[in-house]
């Protein structure tokens, strides 16, 4: 059922934009949106990832992008439908339409026309976090976000989530309807990162029997549990683990590196050719020092110096022990997931 499946247009580095949000900032409209959105289309990453989960950040973008004079084959534009706020869902055909509709007129009402055919579209739209809805809620979203694609309103349609074994399990389902077919694209998030390689564990399988076209991998930080800094407090991991990142942020100390540079190049160098990452900015100097990062491993060809690969592995089996590749609960039991 899937349209030709093209993601040229999709930079490496994708701009997350769940930072534009009170979870991180506390007044978000204090962000730099527009100097990001500036800068990072500047340095060649053309691709932004949003939600209408995450408070302003569609408003802002949309606010932002107005003010820009970015033609719209130059961005790449993805965003979320399903989940509303933190404890309310809308799966039904209704909602989603609705609320793709929504998403247009915030994203792009600002800098485009809906009569302009040929930029009235969103490039990717995910389900958002398919795994506190039943299998049949999410399988009647995704039929109509189908409809929405063959509308022309959006380009590709996907889940995001973070069960990887429930994301399996609802794209080999897709495969199998005839009113959705294969999946165009998935995000996942915190699956990839310094603390949790389980998303390499399941590439190949959604990638051939799930036929996913692109999977993105977000949150490297692991929604600021991977840092020096205090890690959030809506953060789901356990105590004991998140004592364990403590010492692997003083053991990086004492290495004359720091925790989040070394997860970030870590992220990066591990989904390299797989597919686009995500990662979110508050501010200007956040994206500058991702970014350069990124850079200098794309000259040096994606590869860890020996004192990094030795604090990897150090990280990964000593400090960390029996809590890499720890999970957290998230969403609602489904039955064999």
């Not at 063959?150 to 996907?158: A, C, D, V």
């Not at 998935?186 to 999977?215: A, P, R, W």
């Not at 549990?225 to 959030?232: D, G, I, K, N, V």
């Not at 508050?282 to 994606?302: M, P, R």
């Amino acid at each position: 059922m899937s349209s030709k499946r093209d993601f040229h247009n999709v930079s490496n580095l994708v701009l997350g934009c769940g930072t534009f949000n009170h979870q991180y900032n506390d007044d978000p409209t204090e962000v730099p949106v527009k100097q990001l959105l500036e800068l990072a289309m500047k340095s060649g990453v053309n691709t932004i990832d949003t939600s209408p989960y995450y408070g302003p950040s569609e408003l802002l973008i949309g606010q932002a992008l107005s003010q820009m004079s970015w033609k719209r084959s130059e961005l790449t534009i993805c965003t979320k439908v399903g989940r509303v706020e933190e404890d309310v869902f809308d799966y039904t055909a209704k909602g989603v339409r609705a609320s793709v509709m929504r998403s247009l007129k915030r994203l792009l009402g600002g800098s485009f026309t809906s009569e302009d055919n040929k930029s009235w579209y969103l490039d990717i739209v995910y389900l958002h976090d398919v795994e506190f809805q039943t299998v049949e809620q999410g399988l009647t979203a995704l039929r109509e976000l189908r409809v929405l694609q063959k509308e022309g309103y959006i380009h590709h349609i996907g889940i995001s989530g973070y069960p990887l074994d429930y994301l399996y399990k609802l794209a080999l389902l897709c495969v199998k309807d005839s009113n959705i077919g294969p999946l165009d694209c998935m995000l996942s998030y915190c699956n990839l990162n310094l603390q949790n390689i389980d998303l390499l564990n399941y590439y190949d399988l959604l990638k051939e029997e799930c036929q996913i076209g692109q999977i993105a991998n977000a949150s490297v930080l692991s929604m600021s549990l991977l840092r020096e800094q205090e890690t959030r407090y809506f953060h789901p991991a356990s105590p004991e683990l998140q004592e364990a990142v403590k010492s692997a942020a003083t053991y990086c100390n004492q290495k004359d590196m720091t925790l989040a540079d070394l997860a970030v190049k870590y992220a990066l160098v591990q989904w390299n050719l797989r597919g686009p990452t995500v990662i979110g900015f508050s501010n200007v100097a956040e994206f500058q020092e991702a970014f350069k990062i990124y850079t200098t491993l794309s000259q040096d060809g994606y590869t860890l110096t020996e004192s990094e690969q030795q604090a990897v592995s150090h990280i990964q089996h000593e400090i960390l022990g029996t809590h890499f590749n720890e999970k957290w609960s998230s969403g609602i039991t489904h039955p064999d997931s």
